[in-house]
């Protein structure tokens, strides 16, 4: 089976202390929710005054973190992590976008899902990232 997009969303928010539990309702794909089987991608990010609140997904379980994206600034902080997770049987109706600590900072995500990826290896490269060198220049790995 090819790797068909199943469907995304996104959104942003203010005052994103607390976590929030976002109900999957997809657009763009070819369903609204995910099903069995879907392999869904989480990205959460925040900007941030020297925070770096961790963003990894925790819940429901089950979703496997590539790991924590921070700027290194002192004073102008960004914090980023790509969360995945293979749905099982009965997927999750929802998933909870962690909170930041505080409602000074801004915060974005991003769902997308898609369907037909390979079971044994989802993702055939390791992950790589890079921190900024205080130049404003971005510095990809």
């Known amino acids: 089976m090819p790797i068909v997009y199943v469907g995304g969303q996104t959104a942003g928010r203010t005052n994103p202390s607390a976590a929030l539990l976002v109900t999957f309702a997809l657009t763009g794909g070819i369903d609204t929710v995910p099903r069995g089987g879907d392999f869904v991608i989480v990205t959460a990010v925040t900007g941030s005054a020297a925070g ?36 099982g049987g009965t997927p999750n109706a929802d998933v909870t976008i962690p909170g930041t600590g505080s409602n000074a900072f801004g915060e974005a995500y991003a769902i997308q899902v898609f369907r037909g990826v390979d079971a044994n290896s989802p993702l055939d490269v390791t992950s790589v990232s890079a921190g900024g060198i205080a130049t404003g220049r971005p510095n990809p790995g």
């Open 52 to 87: 770096n609140p961790a963003m990894a997904v925790t819940t429901p379980t089950g979703y496997t973190a590539l790991g924590q994206l921070n700027q290194s600034a002192v004073t102008a902080d960004t914090s980023m992590n790509v969360s995945y997770k293979r749905m």
